[in-house]
């Protein structure tokens, strides 16, 4: 038997850069505490060698250590879903028969549904969260214990979880990791903190007929955002939650059984035909207003369709006697040496002055007053914009359509009357959840639809993509989120089978990233995710769908 050395050490990598030694041989908690100076907010996990570990878990060189505090996204993440199954316990200590429902994120928190006899109403949701700060001041721990499938299947039958049983059938590895605080043992995919008192920021807002749970941020882990209501953005996903019972699933699970029947077909058709519909509607909407509406504005996130999304409203409208001309945004950057400079002092082409507003603005009006104009071509090799005598003219019967992320920012058309503009926001507002307390994160959606597309058409790996997202996402809250409920309607560009016909693309794109690399994390987060999936041919996949702008051979794409 091999003796091993009494006293370890293991490196530490700080926020600042700096690299620090100290003894190893002892709990990666019993670490951070000895250095949580340097940390502004409670440590809550670590990576070790780029992979994501709990604080119990035992420090052995060597090593490099990156503490994770609650200002990073990791940390975000792990305080959120601790945060989630307190939710759990407590609603269960007060109302036993309750079931909850996690179902997406509302105006910076998470809305959830409480069913119980009688409905929910504002006094149990303040009673839910008295009882949620009573285990907080309790401090208890968060105790985890790893079972096989089997026993999870008992726990999982014996609280009433039938739709986390369903999936243990598709679970990849022979074990699950249970966490509990009380009496109900539960897993939402993913690590806890270690105690209860560490939950101290949160906060419930009762939103008929459910409850929207608060929480901080990465960049204020100490306070709580303003609630904001979203009104539109609610009914959007109500009306996803509605798709979801004519398809007759809501859970990964669930689908995972139609699938496996051979359904995966009509799914898809059915989701497919969801959409062709709302999009009729819409241009409904917008031809019923004919005489009025001179341009139709589309904006939403990255990888969110919009693309797709314009070219089938177009259709949908030329269906209807409209004959929309589309306007590239991108045309009218200004040479790239006036780009304005972020906070980097990098070049921000996401701010909306990287637009020549007076000359964009002066096209349209020129434009809708039935004018010729000659419209540029920025040249991106160049910088600069140029000009090579596209002249047009619009006729009766043809608004503009222009797609780009300021679409609903009143500055990009400012010198337009709001009556005559047409505002859409479109993005990938999925209700599918893993199961009933674990949800399918729209960013992860959208993440995973780059990730693919990067990859096939733009030459950009995985990595890359990971790398990137962060300042992608800090561009649309900017841009994009805060302005969301400006839009006359909205379109989730969700698939409800989507992520199981992505998800052979994705997890080959996934597993090339090294664990040496920092996006090894999130690399390795998105593959447990997909794992749940079953995999679906996408052949069945029409060739206008919006997921074709992603996995390729759409009819809208001739390169593709």
């Not at 285990?135 to 721990?141: E, S």
């Not at 177009?314 to 001309?325: F, H």
């Not at 040249?379 to 003219?393: D, K, P, S």
């Not at 080959?508 to 679906?536: C, G, H, T, W, Y």
Request: charged residues 25%.
């Amino acid at each position: 038997m091999t003796n091993r050395p009494k006293f370890l050490t293991v490196d530490i990598l700080l926020p600042g850069g700096e690299m620090l030694t100290v003894a190893g041989g002892r709990s990666l908690l019993a670490i951070s505490e000895e250095i949580s100076r340097f940390y502004p907010s409670p440590i809550v996990a670590a990576l070790v060698d780029n992979k994501l570990a709990e604080l119990n878990s035992l420090a052995e060189g060597p090593a490099v250590i990156q503490f994770l505090d609650l200002t990073t996204t990791e940390g975000t993440r792990i305080y959120r879903r601790s945060l989630t199954g307190l939710l759990i316990q407590a609603v269960h200590d007060l109302f036993p028969e309750a079931v909850v429902k996690v179902e997406h994120s509302l105006g910076k928190g998470l809305y959830c549904e409480i069913d119980k006899k009688p409905a929910l109403n504002e006094a149990n949701v303040t009673a839910v969260e008295e009882r949620m700060r009573q285990l907080v001041n309790m401090d208890l721990p968060i105790k985890k214990r790893r079972v096989a499938l089997p026993e999870a299947a008992q726990v999982f039958s014996r609280q009433g979880y039938d739709d986390k049983v369903y999936l243990l059938k598709y679970w990849l590895k022979d074990y699950l990791s249970l966490y509990s605080i009380g009496n109900i043992e539960d897993t939402l995919y993913g690590y806890h903190l270690h105690r209860t008192g560490l939950l101290q920021k949160f906060a419930l807002e009762f939103y008929h007929p459910g409850l929207v749970l608060r929480f901080p941020d990465e960049n204020d882990p100490f306070t709580i955002p303003p609630y904001i209501r979203q009104t539109k953005l609610f009914e959007i996903f109500r009306e996803a939650e509605r798709w979801g019972k004519i398809l007759g699933f809501d859970t990964v699970g669930a689908m995972n059984s139609l699938i496996e029947e051979g359904q995966g077909p009509e799914v898809i058709r059915i989701a497919e035909a969801l959409h062709e519909k709302k999009i009729a509607q819409i241009a409904d909407m917008i031809t019923e207003r004919k005489d009025e509406i001179r341009i139709i504005l589309i904006a939403g996130p990255s990888s969110s369709g919009k693309t797709t999304f314009a070219q089938r409203l177009r259709t949908q409208l030329l269906v209807n006697g409209m004959r929309p001309y589309p306007i590239s945004i991108d045309d009218y950057f200004v040479d790239r040496e006036h780009t304005p400079l972020d906070e980097s002092k990098n070049p921000d082409f996401e701010h909306i002055e990287a637009i020549d507003l007076p000359l964009f603005n002066e096209h349209l009006l020129r434009l809708i007053g039935s004018d010729e104009v000659e419209i540029p071509t920025f040249n991106f090799a160049t910088g600069t914009r140029e000009y090579h005598g596209r002249q047009i003219r619009l006729k009766e019967n043809q608004p503009l359509i222009i797609e780009g992320i300021h679409g609903l920012n009143e500055e990009l058309t400012r010198s337009i009357p709001r009556s005559q503009k047409f505002k859409i926001y479109i993005s990938a507002l999925t209700a599918l959840n893993i199961d009933r307390h674990t949800r399918v994160h729209t960013t992860d959606t959208r993440l995973l639809r780059r990730i693919v597309r990067d990859a096939q058409f733009r030459g950009t790996g995985a990595r890359e993509t990971i790398r990137r997202w962060p300042s992608v996402r800090r561009g649309e809250e900017r841009n994009i989120f805060r302005l969301q409920e400006e839009a006359d309607i909205m379109f989730n560009s969700s698939l409800v089978y989507e992520l199981a016909a992505i998800k052979e693309y994705a997890e080959f794109l996934l597993k090339q990233i090294d664990q040496s690399a920092m996006e090894f994390v999130d690399a390795n987060r998105l593959l447990a995710f997909l794992s749940s999936f079953m995999p679906l041919a996408p052949h069945d996949v029409p060739s206008n769908s919006i997921l074709r702008e992603f996995i390729g051979a759409s009819c809208y794409f001739a390169d593709w």
